[in-house]
């Protein structure tokens, strides 16, 4: 029976730097398997200290360890990405039969082109208002799902007869929704972009090709039944590590709508999964961050700082992908931080944190934080000390009551923090101190502003340059 396992939750909007503490986790604990959860547009970077590099969205990030990966019911698949995957591991990785290293629920939903194609459309249909972070068609196919759950495709009918039928009729479902976004008008410059993606929306060879893909995946893939996880899965002796896509930030209900996924990114979803799966044993939760603010794609940042991120990340800072959008940095930002903490259930919901990319403020020889924003005095979002309200107007899980009224907070939070200014305080560090000082000196600094003990700093890209305590 497992023992233990290691539920890993990004505070962040998301590139809070999973991959590598996830890595790290299964490598220290010997794990025995990775559990994936969420969406699979994510990109969590692994570095290991025998040189390999890989940055993974399906398969968990204990691959490279050879550590199995199960796609959970509350995973969101795309079948085209697990293909592709699955290639770059085996011709560039030597992972020569990555399927071996995978089991996916019958129950896990499958995003397709057609989800994708939508998801872009949308987007670009925002014309100067972007959502951000969007266009594998994740949250499309979960959103369909929701409405038309008798058109969803699940991992369980990948080898049912009648493929090319279901996927003729999701397409069909997403001409019909987005006529009236075809219609409308486009920017100039997403011209060609539209083209291409209406092309291929009305274009049956691309549906052929489609199905094809996905009826080769279908031989690979190892589909397993839902009981899978709890009988066979969790009665493995050790450890396991539940890997979840996302950032709380970005969660559907707790982030700053719309910028925002369809799924839901707090630790309690996984605890429930786990629940369900009939395991009662120890589960330990950390919260990730890095030592700095980031975000990639449209939303609310009240630290962002273009000098800090032509800084930190130089080779990002150019970037300004249609529908990914530019990645932004900043001091770390305790007022979000704490928000996320709270939303998950408060401090005593973690037992520590994971603090990444401390080796990248190190070299700057300051550790820039923010503690309070000028211009938080709405008192229905704010407290008089300057924290962000927490809704707990709607649970989000069943039903539609109350969503809307919770919805409409996260966009008038999204709004004014729009319009708030961080305060920023300086943490001089020194730039040959040891790394264990620097543990000391985050670990302090971290409990003081979340009460939440530090168990993991990061001070370079490997399993070996991550400090556990």
């Known amino acids: 029976m497992t023992s233990k396992i290691y539920v890993v939750t990004d505070l962040s909007p998301g590139d809070g730097g999973k991959g590598g503490v996830v890595h790290r986790i299964c490598t220290m604990m010997s794990a025995h398997t990775v559990i994936k959860r969420g969406g699979a547009q994510g990109s969590h970077g692994v570095r290991t200290s025998g040189g390999r590099s890989f940055d993974f969205s399906q398969w968990g990030c204990g691959t490279l360890d050879g550590i199995p990966t199960h796609l959970s019911e509350q995973m969101i698949i795309t079948p085209e990405g697990l293909l592709n995957e699955a290639a770059h591991l085996r011709y560039e990785q030597g992972v020569f039969q990555p399927f071996d290293l995978l089991t996916a629920d019958r129950r896990a939903l499958c995003a397709t082109p057609f989800h994708g194609i939508a998801s ?22 979960y959103r369909a799902y929701r409405q038309s759950p ?35 008008e486009f920017l100039t410059g997403d011209q060609a972009a539209y083209d291409q993606e209406v092309r291929l929306l009305h274009d049956d060879g691309f549906l052929d090709y489609v199905t094809t893909r996905f009826a080769e995946l279908s031989g690979q893939l190892n589909v397993v039944s839902h009981d899978y996880l709890g009988n066979e899965i969790l009665a493995k002796e050790g450890v396991a590590v539940v890997e979840t896509s996302h950032g709380v930030l970005t969660d559907r209900l707790v982030g700053f709508h719309p910028h925002t996924s369809a799924i839901r990114t707090l630790p309690s979803f ?49 970037d300004d992908n249609r529908y990914q959008g530019k990645v932004r940095a900043g001091p770390l930002d305790f007022v979000l931080l704490r928000y996320a903490v709270e939303a998950c259930g408060g ?66 939070l999204g709004r004014q923090l729009l319009d708030c200014s961080p305060e920023i305080h300086q943490i001089r560090l020194d730039k040959d101190a040891s790394q264990h000082a620097l543990y000391g000196l985050c670990a302090g600094t971290m409990l003081q502003s979340t009460d939440i003990p530090v168990r993991m700093v990061s001070f370079g890209p490997t399993e070996l340059d991550k400090l556990c305590k």
């Open 150 to 184: 008798e058109l969803a495709l699940l991992a369980g009918d990948l080898k049912q007869p009648g493929l090319r039928d279901r996927l003729a009729a999701i397409r069909q479902a997403i001409q019909s929704e987005l006529q009236p976004i075809i219609a409308g």
């Open 120 to 141: 872009r459309l949308k987007e670009l249909a925002r014309r100067d208002h972007p959502r951000g972070t969007v266009g594998a068609g994740v949250g499309q196919a």
């Open 347 to 412: 401090p005593s919901m973690f037992d520590g944190l994971a603090v990444t990319c401390f080796d990248q403020v190190q070299q700057t020889g300051i550790w820039q934080v923010c503690d309070r924003y000028h211009g938080a005095l709405d008192p229905t979002l704010f407290t008089p000390t300057g924290a962000i309200r927490v809704w707990n107007g709607a649970d989000g899980n069943n039903s539609n009551n109350g969503i809307s009224g919770q919805l409409e907070y996260q966009a008038a």
């Open 270 to 318: 996984s605890h429930g999964m786990l629940r369900n799966a009939g395991y009662d044993g120890k589960i330990v939760n950390i919260g990730i961050t890095r030592a700095y603010a980031v975000r990639h794609g449209a939303g609310p940042m009240p630290s962002a700082d273009l000098r800090l991120t032509e800084r930190l990340l130089p080779q990002n800072a150019a």
